[in-house]
């Protein structure tokens, strides 16, 4: 064996055998659309004017606020509250600016959940003045101070307060305990620290100077601005005195719960700045165990379909791709278990669907490899791979790239799950290109030396041209002798598109637009008319509903508190008795615009990126003909879903740009395959080049269309609810793309004058071999 093939041989056992080493002992992280659990957003906010009069915000003693580091500290405030709650796995993490991320696994209710979270749990101390007349009544038998405040006790009485004398900062500690001797219940026990013992004392000793009865003689513990607990001192306590060691209880009708998560609340500290939550996400596990088996039998189903298409297109050389598929899978598992990704539900879906993309590398060698042995006299199968390699690698690497530029996109400018998709779609490239390149040639470098295929050449798969290029040789055929027919047809059809967007507009999802989405599982058939109806008269009239195939329905609404939307379940439950929750989502309406912000500019971005990397493979002629017809997909692309009715949410976009990579790869290989005959020969006019890199690498588009179709088809026919959307953008996707590449690129490029670069302007990787 040679140096080169050995050393390919061995770096691909070193792969696949470290691969199989980390797939073996390191876990992979699902995310909670897959294992079920709760996600919220928060977003610190600076404090208010009213907070820093109550104290309760940071900066409340007059220094400013750094919002970094509030927001860190925020951070740290949180993860001990969880903790203390006792969710495995859980974990708090700080986001983009000023969000934090809280994923709580296996937590089904959202509501109790941000609550406990989103509390500032700013606990403060004061002296009581008096009972207040009104809300604004300020006037006081004492000479007038400053930051005083009329709340409601328990009772609703409404009292006078004096600015705090106490803080959370002088509390050590705080314990829930229950009195069962004396009948007062559950209490929550709180000690003080270091001059908070002196202050409590001193406190207590000036309240007890008021007569017995009278309301200065209590004092009022008020958390995030609501009394708590007002005790009277006791009458045993003398004037100026006060209650030494450092401890005092608050009572109240809690229960068990309450008074725990009181002193978890208390204890833990308060939150250095308020926040609020702006998304909200739950997710049931029966959806998350659905989705893991779902997208396991599309991976399933497609890789075997995908799979027997290549074999008998391909024979011998497509079963070693097949060999090369299965590690291709077994590389993309290790890489994301190594790296610590999550891999979330559209992360699951670009793992599947990058299986149909690691087809079109060992594809496009695997049509040069014929196109090497059709064009040579004595051309082995040997001799014509290792040809169709160094032919194909170029097309291969910008094809790639451009993907790996709209995953980039993906994971920089998008959020949440489908940022996961970004970093799936990825390493899946990645991944495809180790396999096609290193494993794949490995294989078929020792497969076609035997002697035994060298008897047998057809049996490889590369000693015939395929029925495709058969055909095509037979019939001859010239579309770009038009080329302005297909440009009028691709305008006709974004016309109707076009049509679509502006007559029945576009559904944006809550994700865009802000409001509350909620998947129910029901038991009994509901269909979506009866419970829009049911709605309506609930109150809730511009609720959209919708089936969601199988016994599932989807209620969307504008924002909602958690009273409205249980009003919402209960109106279900009516219908369906035993309806079960199995996703919930609630995204605030300053979070929607800047998602649908965010969108604007990764599509924007995505276009610009794809034009300046293709002006520099292909100057600017072909690069602007290309991102064109990236245009194209994506209008036509937004008018299937506008004139179907399906919703444009973060899903979508990661589709969309998923179809403007996908799009690339064929628009670079035609280009690569104009750019290489032109050289070639200078004298041909360019309409009868174009026609001529069409036909040629015709064969590649097909197959590895229908490749990519299979896993698709799997994926929407297996995914169910959102995968199947997905499933169907990208079959749509596929289509026009594959289209937009050969009859709206290359006739556009023709019409604007067939200007290519002089050989001198080609980077020398790309130039054709003396051999060829």
Known sequence: MPGAPRIRALISLAVVALSLAVALTVPLQLGLDLRGGTQ???????????????????????????????????????????????????????????????????????????????????LTVHPVLGIAAGPDDTSLPLPKRPHQQVLPDESGALLRLRAPALTGADIASADALFDGESGAGWHVAVGFRGAGRDGWARLTGEAACHPAGDAA????????????????????????SGIGGGATRINGSFDGT??????????????????????????????????IRAGAWAAVVGTALTALFICAAYRLMGVLATIALACYGLISYAALAAV??????????????????????????FERAREEH???????????????????FSAIADSNVTTLIAAGLLFFLASGPVRGFGVTLGIGVLASMVSALVV???????????????????????????????????WNPRPMRTPRRWLAGSAVALVLAASGVAARGLDLGVEFTGGR?????????????????????????HAVVQGAG??????????LTNAQAASVSAVVKDLAPRAETVRDESIGPSLGRELRRGAVIALAVALAAQLVYLAARFRWLLGTSAVAALAHDVVILLGVFAWWGKPVDGVFLAALLTVIGYSVNDSVVVFDRIRELRRLDRTAPFSRTADRALLQTLPRTVNTGLGAAFVLTALAVFGGGTLTDFALALLVGLAVGTYSSMFVATPLAVELGGRLPSEGDVPSSTRPSAER
């Not at 059709?374 to 194909?392: H, M, Q, V």
Request: proline residues 7%; neutral net charge.
């Open 550 to 559: 199988g016994d599932r329905v989807i209620v969307r609404t504008g924002p």
């Open 340 to 365: 610590g990704a999550t891999l979330t539900l559209p992360g699951l879906a670009g793992f599947v669907l990058a299986i149909g993309m690691a087809v079109d590398a060992n594809v496009l060698v």
């Open 258 to 291: 309450e008074a725990r998560e009181l002193a978890l609340l208390i204890e833990g500290g308060a939150l250095p700045v308020p926040v609020e939550t702006v998304e909200q996400r739950v997710v049931g596990p029966s959806l998350g165990a659905e989705a």
């Open 374 to 392: 059709a064009g040579r006299a004595r051309a082995t199968p040997r001799s014509s791979l290792n040809a169709g390699f160094r032919g194909a």
């Open 217 to 240: 003689r209590r004092v009022a513990i008020v958390l995030d601005g609501k009394v708590i607990s007002s005790p009277q001192v006791d009458p045993s306590v003398s004037c100026g």
């Open 517 to 541: 989405l909620v998947e129910y599982a029901t038991t009994t058939p509901v269909t979506p008319d009866r419970l829009r109806d049911a709605l309506a008269e609930a109150g809730f009239p």
């Open 40 to 122: 919220i957003v928060l977003e610190t906010r600076p404090p208010t004017s009213a907070d820093a009069q109550a104290g309760t915000g940071a900066g409340s003693d007059g220094g400013a606020v750094d919002p970094s580091g509030a927001t860190d500290r925020t951070v740290e405030v949180l993860r001990g509250r969880v903790d203390a709650l006792g969710v495995s796995e859980a974990t708090v993490v700080r986001s983009a600016g000023d969000r934090i991320v809280v994923e709580l696994p296996g937590v089904q209710d959202p509501r109790h959940a941000a609550d406990l979270l989103g509390r500032t749990a700013q």
């Open 440 to 474: 794949t040639r490995a294989l078929a470098e020792h497969t076609v030396g035997r002697p035994w295929a060298r008897r047998r050449p057809r049996l490889t798969g590369i000693a015939h041209t395929g029925h495709v290029r058969d055909g095509l040789r037979r």
